[in-house]
């Protein structure tokens, strides 16, 4: 055996009916499974399927046997799982894992789980339970991890056995468990990577995963420090004699501590750290260009470890980047949680271990380490804020029937840079646009929050589009109980929309100037139709001759900067399509509306109100919070149940157009900025 296959050998589990063990007459095991940590086993959900409704009910309904025992154990995550227990999956879709908890396993070994999305190519053995020759047996074998097809890890030269799936794959030249075997096809079989463990953090509302990850690396951090056998003893066997940087033990040390502090809230709370560790010591104006689902502070140091180069002379760039990345969490723990969080042993392992970074480096973290306000020449991305905001742009799909809107999401970075996450060009039909952007959106608003910080979100729509209720949007289903993550979208961020026509050309001097005396304020609200002004208690009564497109564009031109045009009734067709087609050729950049289309009998009111809700707001920047607080405030009353009119009915179905013209250049490609010194790898 090679030295990773005798470390895999007691990890590996056998997995079978209750009471299947060994005993080859007994019931057929349903395949392989491995330790992560102690008590924590990983394998693929279609194994675990094979014991039916019970395993769903998360009974203890698997048998699991290793050489240090044999007990049952429950599967708690797993993707994807069927509907109801009873219910048979045709098909099992990628990440297809399953993470059982085993009572009874404290003191198994478990193997050492990558922190970076694997390589290609590269030598790999797999591993896992066959029944080969007729009776249960372990079968090790290497092959070669030479791409990637979807979300698949495509290994060939290795021999595929029925009863190994579940398995893990070892990558051979950094010695650690990179995903685990699906599947065989014709010549070649079907890994799913490790990577992919992350999409089974938000099964549960319990840091479940997070719990089995620190457990991971405490056991390994224990194991770093005895003589003999340990995963880190056999990478550091790897490990040139002659290497600098962050070694094995360093980073299992540094995982063991990192195992000790509150995990963070999201991706978006990793990447805004590490972003500001790479715009230090690789370029000032850096900005990912591809985003990684970094779930855990670990994934933070897999981004950085292995910088190939920087901007500091003489510097070992993974050393420095990952010390100041750990001395950044430390300073972003105790902003959040307090000096006491987990933190004193971090801090005296950084602190040790600092004395080999470049002198500039070591400054600010030991400044970072410090406690007190933030130091002075703290790296940018550490002024309070969400990460980035996130962009939706949706366009008309030309000569569709029915008329379908193709839809991109992407980060926003400074209200300049994008980063383009998702998109379908060929679209989708109006009623679909909800629940199809739902996952996307849900993806990229984790990535831009961070913290307590929370990203924004600004919908280019086309002009007919306008109506769309997108402040009611949720991201979670409908059924899931009262809690931030069931708020809808406008009642929890700031939720705007922008004109898709006037981001195709280039800001026009009344845009640029209205957005001046917009930005300064005070604002003051202008009626978006002339016929509010003499509106009696009908509703929309008409006057003898209503206001004309052109009438209303005069009339809206010659209104002060700083002027919002507001409406009782919908933008995005009718009379209020019309009115606001002028509203934007004058360059008006704000606009209030109800995105509601049925009638209404207080448009005087409306008007009223909105004038004195705009005159508490001193410009456009400031607009955001009240908005979000009068959506909740309307919310509060609907529930509240008939009754006399509140105060804050006239902001039923309230949409809001903002619309700055300093946002990405019209016409430009959506793309990422251009690498600075090192790619995402």
Do not use: N
């Amino acid at each position: 055996m090679s030295a990773f296959d005798a470390l895999v050998r007691p990890a590996l589990v056998r997995i079978a009916a209750p009471g299947g063990g060994y005993d080859p007459h007994g019931d057929p095991f349903w395949g392989t499974g491995f330790f992560i940590a102690p008590g924590w086993v990983l394998t693929c959900a279609h194994v675990v399927a094979k014991g039916g409704s019970a395993v769903w009910r998360e009974e203890p309904a698997v048998g699991v046997t290793w050489e240090g025992g044999r007990t049952t154990g429950r599967v708690v995550l797993a993707k994807p799982r069927p509907a109801t227990p009873d219910q048979e999956l045709a098909s099992w879709d990628f990440p297809d894992l399953a993470l059982v908890r085993v009572e009874g396993a404290e003191h198994a070994d478990c193997v050492r789980l990558s922190e970076r999305p694997p390589t290609t190519p590269s030598r790999v053995s797999l591993h896992g339970w066959a029944l080969q020759t007729g009776e249960p047996g372990v079968r090790d074998v290497e092959g070669e991890a030479f791409g990637a097809v979807g979300k698949a890890l495509l290994v060939r030269d290795a021999v595929f056995i029925e009863g190994c799936s579940g398995g893990p794959v070892v990558d051979l030249g950094r010695g650690a468990v990179i995903g685990v075997i699906k599947g065989r096809g014709d010549g070649e079989g079907a890994v799913v990577p490790l990577t992919s463990l992350r999409e089974l953090h938000d099964l549960s509302d319990a840091p479940v995963l997070h719990d089995a990850l620190r457990a991971h690396d405490r056991h390994h951090r224990r194991r770093a420090g005895r003589p003999g056998r340990s995963w880190t003893a056999a990478q550091t066997a790897l490990w040139s004699p002659t290497a600098r940087g962050v070694s094995p033990r360093r980073r299992a040390h540094l995982y063991g501590h990192f195992a000790e502090l509150p995990p963070p809230d999201g991706p978006g709370e990793v990447m805004a750290l590490v972003d500001a560790v790479k715009r230090r010591v690789l370029h000032p104006d850096y900005q990912a260009v591809l985003e990684t689902d970094a779930r855990t502070w670990r994934d933070g140091v897999g981004l950085l470890h292995e910088l190939p180069a920087g901007r500091l002379e003489g510097a070992d760039l993974g050393l420095d980047a990952v010390l100041l990345y750990a001395a950044h969490v430390v300073r972003h723990i105790t902003e959040r949680y307090g000096e006491e969080a987990g933190l004193p042993g971090l801090i005296d392992w950084i602190a040790d271990e600092s004395g080999e970074a470049h002198p500039a480096v070591h400054e600010e973290i030991t400044a970072l380490l410090e406690p007190g306000p933030p130091p002075a020449a703290a790296p940018p991305g550490r002024e309070p804020g969400a990460r980035a905001d996130v962009r939706v742009e949706v366009d008309a799909v030309p000569y569709s029937t029915p008329q379908r809107y193709a839809w991109r999401v992407m980060l926003l970075f400074d209200g300049r840079t994008v980063s383009p996450l998702s998109g379908d060009d060929a679209g989708v039909t109006r009623d679909r646009l909800r629940e199809t952007l739902r996952g996307p959106l849900a993806d990229a608003l984790g990535l831009g929050d961070s913290g307590d910080h929370l990203a924004a979100v600004e919908v280019v729509l086309p002009r007919e589009l306008f109506d769309e209720p997108l402040d009611t949007w949720r991201l979670s289903p409908e059924d899931e109980p009262f809690g931030e993550r069931s708020l809808p979208l406008g009642q929890r961020r700031a939720v705007v929309i922008r004109d898709r026509y006037r981001s195709h050309h280039p800001p026009s001097p009344e845009w640029r100037r209205r957005w001046r005396g917009s930005e300064s304020g005070p604002l003051r609200a202008v009626p978006l139709r002339a016929e509010v002004l003499t509106q009696g208690a009908e509703g929309h009564a008409p006057q003898l001759r209503r206001e004309t497109r052109m009438a209303a564009f005069i009339r809206l031109d010659a209104a002060a900067d700083g002027s919002v045009p507001v409406y009782c009734g919908p933008a995005g067709g009718g009379d209020g399509h019309r009115a606001m087609e002028a509203a934007l050729a004058a360059g008006h950049p704000i606009a209030l509306w109800r995105h509601s289309a049925r009638e209404h009998a207080d448009c005087a009111d409306f008007h009223k109100r909105a004038g004195m809700f705009l005159e508490g707001v001193r410009g456009a920047e400031g607009l955001h919070r009240p908005v979000r607080t009068l959506r909740r405030m309307r919310a509060d009353d609907a529930e509240a149940g008939p009754g006399e009119r509140s105060e804050h009915a006239w902001a039923e179905d309230l949409a809001v157009l903002y619309d700055p013209p300093d946002r990405p250049p019209y016409e430009a490609p959506l793309q990422g900025p251009p690498i600075l010194g090192e790619g995402d790898r």
